[in-house]
């Protein structure tokens, strides 16, 4: 069989052909990227659209499925002879041949079975998703310029609200990322009147409810989150006095994490929520935070300045 060539599916057009007729899925998609807000809609659609056309639905975990589990599953026909769709949820953490197993099939699938591969890294990080990328129909699920903005309306649409752009930006920048944005849209919705419209006073309760300054979301957004969250974790650490030091430190034991996740004292960092980070990010945020810290101990950097410093160093660090 000749392999089609690889492609890149913007998220929307992959979920209204998810949402379709099987005919019109590629055989293998691969959703990466860290806003899992966007590989949730991405599964939600392949779920619906297998149940619209009587397809069955089989979801997988990455990280205990074995390769005799899977070969089983990519080979077993349709009941009836109708479509399969299979969800391999976290497929970065699959084991060697797991992976051999995926990229085999990939590149001679079998009709009537389309396969949904989904991963909080990106497509980037590893060898493994590179090659698969390589074979599939990639789904970038990271937000790149205005995106986040434009989510953000849309979200507040769907939940049937008719709010002032200015009212989502503000509420999408003191959220971590879409999800918990979604679900603040979600508490103003309660308060709706049929029109969608919400009073002033609903919109204030909201806003006192936004979380506070937190160094470990601060760190987890500067090491895998979007410039919107990122932008609103630094500034509620200006504003509530909260940063110094304890931000080097917050980089570093989750970079350390990443390089050491058998380590007792970063065990715990290692197993941080968000998506997980490559090593060689872990490498490059460690080199800043050293440049950092000696900058401080040389008298060139204030106390003070160190979070907005370490956004900007870290960051460039690692997108090289």
Known sequence: MVRERASRIPVREAERLLLGPAAGLKPVLLAAGPEEFLRERLTRACRAGAEAEGAEFQRLEGDTLDAETLAGALGTLALFGGARRIWIRECSKMAGPVEETVLEWAGAPQEGVFVLLTTARDAE????????????????????????????EQIAREEGLKLPAR??????????????????IRKLAAHADPDGRVKPEALDAVRRGLPGASIDRWAAAVLAGGASSVRAETEALVRDGVGGTAALWAIAERALGALEPQAFFY???????????????AR?????????????????????????????????????
């Open 284 to 320: 490059a945020a460690l080199d800043a935070v050293y440049r950092a810290d000696r900058g401080l101990k040389r008298g060139d950097l204030r106390d003070s300045d160190l979070v907005e410093t370490l956004v900007s160093t870290v960051r460039r660090a690692i997108r090289g």
């Open 125 to 152: 990080d590893l060898s493994f998703l590179k090659a698969l990328a390589s074979r599939a129909a990639a789904i970038p699920c990271a937000l790149q310029g205005s995106e986040g903005a434009e989510w953000a």
């Open 167 to 184: 009212t989502c930006d503000a509420i999408l920048d003191a959220s971590l990322n879409l999800l918990a944005y979604r679900q603040e």
């Open 267 to 281: 065990r715990r960092a290692g197993a941080a929520d968000g998506p997980p980070l490559a090593k060689a990010s």
